[in-house]
């Protein structure tokens, strides 16, 4: 699964351009994480079609584009899941650039994990990830 990170100037409608252009275009946002970081908004979006999402956003005016590996992990859905799973990756050393939620049902949920480049296989061994 791969994760598109958008960084942004951090004005008014930078989100509804990104979110408009893949509309257009046809590309469901499976998940996404925005924020801003002083000057610059962060856009972490998982999408149905990567490859039309990135020719839509390529559109969008002042955007730099980055395209990285995740993994989608599906734990229990209870307190202290998280925490399990973080430790595993902390204790093997796994470095993470990010890390949400993608679905929640009542006894599971999904998760995007994206390690550093460098640790994705470290992170698919540690949980147990052929």
Do not use: C, W
């Not at 990135?54 to 599906?74: H, M, Q």
Request: glycine content about 8%; charged content about 25%; proline content about 3%.
């Amino acid at each position: 699964m791969k994760e598109i990170t958008l960084i942004a100037k951090n004005e008014m409608g930078s989100l509804a351009a990104v979110a408009e252009a893949l509309g257009s275009h046809g590309v469901n946002i499976e998940a996404i994480s925005a924020y801003g970081e002083r000057d610059n908004a962060i856009f972490r979006i998982i999408t149905n079609d990567t490859t039309t999402a990135l020719k839509a956003i390529s559109k969008v005016p002042g955007l730099e584009v980055l395209e990285g590996d995740t993994i989608l992990y599906s734990m229990l859905n209870r307190p202290g899941e998280l925490g399990k799973i973080t430790r595993k990756l902390a204790n093997k050393g796994v470095n993470l650039e990010s890390l949400y939620i993608v679905s929640r049902k009542l006894d599971h949920t999904d998760v995007a994990i994206k390690p550093i480049p460098a640790d994705i296989q470290k992170a698919k061994d540690a949980l147990g990830i052929k």
